[in-house]
C-alpha cells in the first residue's frame, strides 16, 4: 500500500534517533530482553524492561533478512516492561536494537526465523549491563508441515483464459452515457482489434467489460492510447480478466495481514486483470501501466461491515493499495493506472488507545478502513493528541479525494508534507488564509475553525442542499463564537457534523483532538442524507 505522509515521517524521526543514540555518551540498562519467532503464528516477539521504569518511549529498529527496516514505538509499562510483536515471513536472520529518548547506544541482539537452531547469539550493548540477556532461538519447522516459516506455499497456477474476440455486432450501444458494453466471461481474454479501437476512440465512446461481478470502464482516451499503441503493428488490444484460485487467494490474504497489522476479510474473489498488444505478426507486448485511468468496480457480498469495505490493488507479496470505496448495490468503484490483482476487503485496523467500548472506536476503525486516519504506530492511535490546521486540512482532502490546486502561503514552505493538501483545500474554497498570505499551518485547531472547514466541505458534497437553520441548537456560549465563524458553529452543529462539548456549551475556541477529528470527518459522510 502507499505510505500515507503520517507514516513517512515516522519513519524519518526514528531513523534520526537512532542515528543520535550512535553518538550519545549515556548508558542505557536494558534487563530480561528476548526475541524470538513462533511458526505457528508468524509473528516475532521481543520483551524485556527499561531500567528507567514507567513511561518511557521505547524503539525498535529491526534490520529484516531482505534489507528492510522495520521500525516501532511503544510506551513501557508497570516496572519498566515493554512488548513488541510483528508479523514476519522470510526466512533469515533479525537484527534487533533497542532504544530509549535521550539515551545512549542501542541495546542488539537477534534471531533467527525458518532457518536450524544454532546456538543463542549473544545481547551485545556497549556498556556493561547489570544482566546481558541473550535472545531466544527460533525452533525449526519440520520440513513439508503446514504450518512451516517462511511465504506461503505457492498457489495452484491460475488457469489459461479462453479468448473471444470483441466485436461491433456484439456491444450493446448507450449513446446517451457514451459507451459500449461487451459481456465478458470470467478467465476470458477479450482482443479487441485496432479498427474498433479506433472507431470507438474516434466518436468519444468508452467500453465497458462487464461480468457477473466486475466491470472495468475503458474511457475513449484511454481506447485512444491503447490505439495508438497497437496501430504501430497493425495489431490489437486484449484484456484479460481470471479469478485467482482459492489457494492463491488465501496466501494473497496472508501476506496482507502480516503487512497491515489488521484484520482483513475477503468480500469478493481476488480478480486479475492483465492488459498487452498483439502484433500482426503475433508478438506480445504487455502494457504495465496507463496514461489515463481506468474504473474498475466489484460487487461485495457476504459483507459484515459495510463501513470498513473498499476495493484494493493486492501485490504478489501482500502489499495492499486503497483505490476506492463501497456505493449503492455493494458495488466498490475507484480508478486506477495499472493492472494486476484487485479485491473487495474489509479492513478492520484496531489500536490498543482506542478499545471497542471508547465513544471513538466506530469512528476511527471507519476512517483508518478508508485510509483517511493512521495510527502514530502499528498499535497506537493517540486519540487525545491535538491537531494542528494543516493537518485538519488534509483529513478532508482525503475523505473527499481532492487534488491539484495551489497556495501562494508564506508559511506553507513546499518542502513541507502538508504543502499539496492545504494547496488543494484552498483551491476548493475549504480553507482560507488567517492574513493575506498566511494559514498558521502547524497551529493547532480551534474547534470554531474546524466547524468552518468542515461546513465548506460538506457544501462541496451537497451543492444543491441548503442546511435547515431550524435545527441548529443555541449553545450558552454563543457570543464567545467569533463573529466570522457563528454561521458555521450553528450549521455545523444543526447537520450533525459536531456537537458541543455539553448539552448546551460549544468551546469555541477549544482545541481538537485527534479522535474528535475522526469523528468529525465520519459525520460528513452521514450528514444530510436522510
Same mark, same amino acid.
Given at each position: 500500500?502507499k505510505k500515507s505522509i503520517p507514516a513517512l515521517i515516522l519513519i524519518l524521526l526514528l531513523s534520526t534517533f537512532w542515528q543520535a543514540l550512535a553518538t550519545?555518551?549515556?548508558?542505557?540498562?536494558?534487563?530480561?530482553?528476548?526475541?524470538?519467532?513462533?511458526?505457528?503464528?508468524?509473528?516475532?516477539?521481543?520483551?524485556?524492561?527499561?531500567?528507567?521504569?514507567?513511561?518511557?518511549?521505547?524503539?525498535?529498529?529491526?534490520?529484516?533478512?531482505?534489507?528492510?527496516?522495520?521500525?516501532?514505538?511503544?510506551?513501557?509499562?508497570?516496572?519498566?516492561?515493554?512488548?513488541?510483536?510483528?508479523?514476519?515471513?522470510?526466512?533469515?536472520?533479525?537484527?534487533?536494537?533497542?532504544?530509549?529518548?535521550?539515551?545512549?547506544?542501542?541495546?542488539?541482539?537477534?534471531?533467527?526465523?525458518?532457518?536450524?537452531?544454532?546456538?543463542?547469539?549473544?545481547?551485545?550493548?556497549?556498556?556493561?549491563?547489570?544482566?546481558?540477556?541473550?535472545?531466544?532461538?527460533?525452533?525449526?519447522?519440520?520440513?513439508?508441515?503446514?504450518?512451516?516459516?517462511?511465504?506461503?506455499?505457492?498457489?495452484?497456477?491460475?488457469?489459461?483464459?479462453?479468448?473471444?474476440?470483441?466485436?461491433?455486432?456484439?456491444?450493446?450501444?448507450?449513446?446517451?452515457?457514451?459507451?459500449?458494453?461487451?459481456?465478458?466471461?470470467?478467465?476470458?481474454?477479450?482482443?479487441?482489434?485496432?479498427?474498433?479501437?479506433?472507431?470507438?476512440?474516434?466518436?468519444?465512446?468508452?467500453?465497458?467489460?462487464?461480468?457477473?461481478?466486475?466491470t472495468l470502464k475503458l474511457s475513449a482516451r484511454t481506447l485512444g492510447e491503447l490505439l495508438a499503441a497497437a496501430s504501430k503493428s497493425s495489431g490489437e488490444?486484449?484484456?484479460?480478466?481470471?479469478?485467482?484460485?482459492?489457494?492463491?487467494?488465501?496466501?494473497?490474504?496472508?501476506?496482507?495481514?502480516?503487512?497491515?497489522?489488521?484484520?482483513?476479510?475477503?468480500?469478493?474473489?481476488?480478480?486479475?486483470?492483465?492488459?498487452?498488444?498483439?502484433?500482426?505478426?503475433?508478438?506480445?507486448?504487455?502494457?504495465?501501466?496507463?496514461?489515463?485511468?481506468?474504473?474498475?468496480?466489484?460487487?461485495?457480498?457476504?459483507?459484515?461491515?459495510?463501513?470498513?469495505?473498499?476495493?484494493?490493488?493486492?501485490?504478489?507479496?501482500?502489499?495492499?493499495?486503497?483505490?476506492?470505496?463501497?456505493?449503492?448495490?455493494?458495488?466498490?468503484?475507484?480508478?486506477?493506472?495499472?493492472?494486476?490483482?484487485?479485491?473487495?476487503?474489509?479492513?478492520?485496523?484496531?489500536?490498543?488507545?482506542?478499545?471497542?467500548?471508547?465513544?471513538?472506536?466506530?469512528?476511527?476503525?471507519?476512517?483508518a478502513a478508508k485510509h483517511i486516519v493512521e495510527g502514530i504506530s502499528q498499535r497506537e492511535f493517540a486519540p487525545g493528541r491535538q491537531v494542528t490546521r @494543516?493537518?485538519? !486540512?488534509?483529513?478532508?482532502?482525503?475523505? =473527499? #479525494? +481532492?487534488?491539484? %490546486?495551489?497556495? *501562494?502561503?508564506?508559511? /506553507? &514552505?513546499?518542502?513541507?508534507?502538508?504543502?499539496?493538501?492545504?494547496?488543494?483545500?484552498?483551491?476548493?474554497?475549504?480553507?482560507?488564509?488567517?492574513?493575506?498570505?498566511?494559514?498558521?499551518?502547524?497551529?493547532?485547531?480551534?474547534?470554531?475553525?474546524?466547524?468552518?472547514?468542515?461546513?465548506?466541505?460538506?457544501?462541496?458534497?451537497?451543492?444543491?442542499?441548503?442546511?435547515?437553520?431550524?435545527?441548529?441548537?443555541?449553545?450558552?456560549?454563543?457570543?464567545?463564537?467569533?463573529?466570522? @465563524?457563528?454561521? !458555521?458553529?450553528?450549521?455545523?452543529?444543526? =447537520? #450533525? +457534523?459536531?456537537? %458541543?462539548?455539553? *448539552?448546551?456549551?460549544? /468551546? &469555541?475556541?477549544?482545541?481538537?483532538?485527534?479522535?474528535?477529528?475522526?469523528?468529525?470527518?465520519?459525520?460528513?459522510?452521514?450528514?444530510?442524507?436522510?
Open positions: 500500500m550519545a555518551s549515556e548508558t542505557v540498562w536494558f534487563t530480561n530482553v528476548t526475541a524470538s519467532a513462533d511458526i505457528s503464528t508468524k509473528q516475532a516477539t521481543v520483551t524485556g524492561k527499561v531500567a528507567s521504569g514507567a513511561g518511557q518511549l521505547v524503539t525498535l529498529k529491526v534490520a529484516e533478512p531482505g534489507g528492510q527496516l522495520f521500525l516501532d514505538s511503544i510506551t513501557s509499562g508497570d516496572g519498566g516492561a515493554f512488548t513488541f510483536t510483528w508479523n514476519i515471513s522470510a526466512e533469515g536472520k533479525y537484527e534487533v536494537q533497542l532504544g530509549v529518548e535521550n539515551s545512549d547506544t542501542p541495546y542488539k541482539t537477534s534471531f533467527s526465523y525458518g532457518q536450524p537452531a544454532s546456538a543463542p547469539p549473544s545481547a551485545t550493548p556497549s556498556a556493561k549491563p547489570s544482566v546481558a540477556p541473550s535472545a531466544t532461538p527460533t525452533p525449526t519447522p519440520s520440513p513439508g508441515t503446514g504450518s512451516g516459516s517462511g511465504p506461503p506455499a505457492s498457489p495452484a497456477p491460475t488457469p489459461s483464459p479462453a479468448v473471444v474476440r470483441v466485436t461491433e455486432d456484439k456491444l450493446a450501444m448507450n449513446d446517451a452515457l457514451k459507451e459500449a458494453t461487451f459481456t465478458l466471461g470470467t478467465s476470458t481474454e477479450a482482443r479487441i482489434p485496432a479498427a474498433l479501437l479506433d472507431k470507438l476512440a474516434q466518436g468519444g465512446s468508452g467500453l465497458n467489460l462487464a461480468g457477473a461481478d466486475f488490444a486484449v484484456i484479460s480478466v481470471v479469478k485467482v484460485p482459492p489457494a492463491g487467494s488465501e496466501s494473497l490474504l496472508a501476506l496482507a495481514k502480516q503487512r497491515e497489522f489488521a484484520d482483513l476479510k475477503l468480500a469478493s474473489d481476488i480478480y486479475e486483470f492483465k492488459a498487452k498488444l498483439i502484433s500482426a505478426g503475433g508478438a506480445e507486448t504487455p502494457v504495465t501501466a496507463f496514461a489515463h485511468p481506468v474504473t474498475l468496480q466489484l460487487k461485495a457480498s457476504g459483507l459484515a461491515a459495510a463501513k470498513l469495505a473498499g476495493l484494493y490493488y493486492i501485490s504478489d507479496t501482500g502489499e495492499l493499495e486503497y483505490i476506492g470505496s463501497l456505493s449503492a448495490g455493494n458495488v466498490a468503484s475507484g480508478q486506477t493506472d495499472h493492472f494486476s490483482k484487485y479485491a473487495v476487503l474489509e479492513y478492520r485496523k484496531t489500536f490498543s488507545d482506542v478499545p471497542a467500548g471508547s465513544w471513538a472506536y466506530d469512528a476511527v476503525t471507519e476512517m @494543516a493537518e485538519f !486540512a488534509a483529513l478532508l482532502v482525503r475523505a =473527499l #479525494g +481532492l487534488g491539484g %490546486g495551489s497556495a *501562494a502561503f508564506t508559511d /506553507v &514552505p513546499a518542502a513541507k508534507w502538508y504543502a499539496d493538501e492545504v494547496a488543494a483545500a484552498y483551491q476548493a474554497g475549504i480553507i482560507k488564509g488567517t492574513g493575506t498570505d498566511t494559514f498558521r499551518p502547524e497551529q493547532t485547531i480551534s474547534r470554531e475553525e474546524m466547524a468552518a472547514m468542515l461546513v465548506r466541505a460538506w457544501s462541496i458534497l451537497h451543492p444543491q442542499t441548503k442546511p435547515d437553520a431550524a435545527a441548529s441548537p443555541v449553545f450558552k456560549d454563543q457570543a464567545a463564537v467569533s463573529i466570522w @465563524a457563528r454561521d !458555521a458553529v450553528s450549521t455545523a452543529a444543526g =447537520l #450533525g +457534523l459536531m456537537k %458541543g462539548r455539553s *448539552a448546551s456549551a460549544f /468551546v &469555541p475556541q477549544g482545541t481538537t483532538t485527534r479522535a474528535e477529528a475522526a469523528q468529525a470527518i465520519a459525520n460528513i459522510g452521514n450528514a444530510g442524507n436522510d
